[in-house]
């Protein structure tokens, strides 16, 4: 009897698309924010897997540049980023304590940022001391509330209790820099650090970090800009993108005047046109808003989404590009130097954010310039 062959790990035929993520450049992009707020300690936020882009391998290649504190959202988050990176650098969960939850952050080293008063008392009562509190300036989302910093400041010993590691808040329109809302939470801010024992204090995300050196105080948390996404409603994007996303042509046709593609035969040639089937669809994050709304590139030739996204499947209108350019196989530039996250948030009615934590996770991912260099 011949035992069965085994199972082969990895078909070397690959019909996914290819999602790139350059490590190099999300160092970068910390070193630019450092540089930009020099007198802070420059933090990094990886929650939502470094949205989407992989925290793991993004959070080792920031601690190998310097980067010290890591935030996550959720404890599930922080216990693997601690399995990632081990001992040493701080990791914040931002969403809070959850009830009962408090031996499982101690057991992984992980630091709450506490956000009630709830928190804070669960918090002492497990007998932990070092925490981040957030203090609500205006965002109205997480942080203690004005009447519940007020409880707090007048009962000393529940404070004394803490050993406050960060003392932070957060910015509604940090990315619009001359909205009015920032000074006066910059204001309200300035006030709760002035009733709180003396602790480092941290206010800006990434837009924040480009709002001056008022804004800066002792740390700054970016996020979205380490990854390449425009800090700023405005102006210049003064980072360098980290993803490219490219999907490949898996067939071609060409439609007369008055026929139809794809579901609810929303698109309707005027004459006729080649149409190329592309290996991607909103299952991988490619929003189907962007349905007759959005824009590929073949080459430098701007390709127009022809008719609704499906879940597996997207059409283009090549009839631009030369035959030969546009066959089964051609490479499709998705998002990349000619389609940037902020154009296809503009086309898709969302903001630059969604589109990188929505990418789907049936891509082959590339990682460059790092010992996580891999294929899967
Ligand atoms: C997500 C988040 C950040 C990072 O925000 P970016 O705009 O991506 O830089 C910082 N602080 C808090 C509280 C957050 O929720």
């Not at 970068?28 to 007198?39: G, H, Q």
């Not at 709450?112 to 925490?131: H, I, K, M, Q, Y």
């Not at 609500?136 to 803490?162: F, I, Y």
């Not at 002792?218 to 994007?237: E, F, K, Q, S």
Request: glycine share 10%.
């Amino acid at each position: 009897m011949t035992a069965p062959a085994a199972e082969p790990l990895a078909d070397p035929v690959r019909d996914r698309p290819v999602l790139t993520v350059s490590l190099a450049a999300v160092a970068e992009n910390w070193r630019t924010l450092k540089d930009a707020a020099p007198r802070a300690e420059t933090a990094a936020v990886v929650k939502a897997d470094g949205y989407g882009l992989g925290a793991a391998p993004i959070a080792a290649k920031l601690r190998a540049a310097g980067c010290a504190t890591f935030f996550v959202a959720t404890l599930d988050e922080g216990r693997a980023l601690r399995a990632a990176l081990g001992h040493g650098p701080r990791i914040f969960v931002l969403n809070g304590l959850p009830p009962g939850a408090a031996a499982s952050f101690a057991a992984h080293a992980l630091t709450p940022v506490l956000n009630t008063l709830e928190e804070v008392r669960a918090w002492s009562d497990s007998g932990r001391r070092s925490a981040a509190l957030h203090v609500d300036t205006g965002m109205s989302r997480a942080g203690l509330s004005p009447a519940e910093l007020d409880t707090l400041v007048d009962e000393p010993a529940l404070l004394a209790k803490l050993d406050l590691a960060l003392v932070m808040s957060h910015l509604a329109c940090g990315d619009e820099a001359d909205h009015p809302q920032n000074r006066a939470q910059l204001g309200r801010f300035r006030a709760a650090l002035a009733r709180l024992p003396a602790a480092p204090a941290s206010l800006a995300a990434s837009g924040g970090v480009f709002l001056g050196p008022d804004y800066h105080f002792d740390l700054v948390r970016p996020g979205i800009a380490l990854y390449g996404g425009h800090p700023m409603l405005a102006g210049a994007n003064p980072m360098r993108a980290a993803a490219t996303l490219t999907a490949e042509v898996i067939g071609v046709r060409t439609l007369q005047r008055g026929d139809t593609a794809g579901y609810g035969a929303t698109y309707a040639a005027t004459h006729e046109v080649r149409l190329a089937v592309c290996n991607i669809g909103y299952a991988d994050g490619i929003m189907r808003s962007l349905s007759n709304r959005g824009v590929a590139y073949i080459g430098d030739v701007a390709c127009p989404y022809a008719g609704r996204v499906s879940m597996d499947l997207l059409t283009l209108d090549v009839t631009a590009v030369p035959p030969a350019l546009a066959a089964r196989g051609a490479q499709v530039e998705i998002i990349g130097p000619r389609m940037p996250i902020e154009e296809m948030a503009a086309r898709a009615g969302t903001a630059n954010y969604e589109i990188l934590t929505g990418l789907g996770n049936r891509f082959t991912r590339v990682m460059l310039d790092s010992q996580w260099t891999r294929v899967v």
